[in-house]
């Protein structure tokens, strides 16, 4: 189930590559990922960093809002996106747009109440069975969040910034991940740490007995006879 591979805890390096991939493929194919139907990519602003992270999510559509489910796999902790979306207050969605592309939403949160969130995450878990294991898994509760798109057609001038921003955020994570590709690309095999020399087994080597043995001090000199003590 796409929620526990994106959300599950393997390790947060193995996540982000998963979700990279997913995200890729999302925007290649107008929305569709192959096993993962009803899928969106939600765009938020980490709240300690302020730079986008986009993270692919299951959804259902519930009239004009969109309701996801901060499952994390079942993990004890709830997922980054849900602390970062409620913190920012907002962010982006993408969608399939039904003719091969991707619809573009900003939308507002609203955290679902205890009974409606309890009947929502029910019929989930009754459509998508691994819901129901991932509640199992956890002694929290799974929030249920919706989506609610605003409404921008008032201002042309505002939808067209909010676009602009979320393809620059775009194009900022795509030099990012080229980025660290040509890094790992180019770096070379990790050099082995030195130790001083075995100085036990080199003193009966002349070749290194060198770097082993510190010269003997001088004993001084004895006074001459003509020498006198002040």
């Known amino acids: 189930m796409l929620a526990n591979a994106i959300e599950g805890g393997e390790g947060e390096t193995m996540a982000e590559d998963f979700n990279q991939r997913v995200v890729r493929e999302f925007r290649a194919g107008g929305g569709r990922v192959d096993g993962f139907p009803d899928l969106l990519l939600l765009t938020t602003a980490g709240r300690r960093t302020g730079r986008p992270r986009t993270t692919p999510l299951a959804y259902r559509q519930d009239g004009s809002r969109y309701l996801v489910f901060g499952s994390n796999g079942g993990a004890a902790e709830h997922p980054q996106w849900y602390r970062n979306l409620l913190a920012a207050g907002g962010g982006t969605v993408e969608l399939p747009d039904g003719e091969g592309g991707l619809t573009i939403l900003s939308v507002r949160p609203v955290e679902l109440d205890a009974a409606e969130r ?58 990012q991940l080229a980025d660290l590709r040509t890094r790992l690309d180019h770096a070379g095999p990790a050099p082995h740490p030195t130790s001083p020399p075995n100085c036990a087994s080199a003193a009966s080597r002349s070749a290194t007995a060198s770097a082993c043995t510190t010269p003997a001090r001088r004993a001084p000199s004895p006074p001459s006879s003509g020498s006198t003590r002040s």
């Open 118 to 175: 309890d009947r929502e995450f029910a019929e989930q878990a009754r459509r998508v069975p691994s819901f129901a294991d991932y509640a199992e898994r956890t002694d929290r509760t799974i929030p249920v969040l919706a989506l609610h798109p605003l409404d921008l057609s008032a201002d042309p001038a505002l939808a067209a910034r909010v676009l602009g921003q979320l393809q620059q955020h775009h194009e900022d994570l795509r030099r």
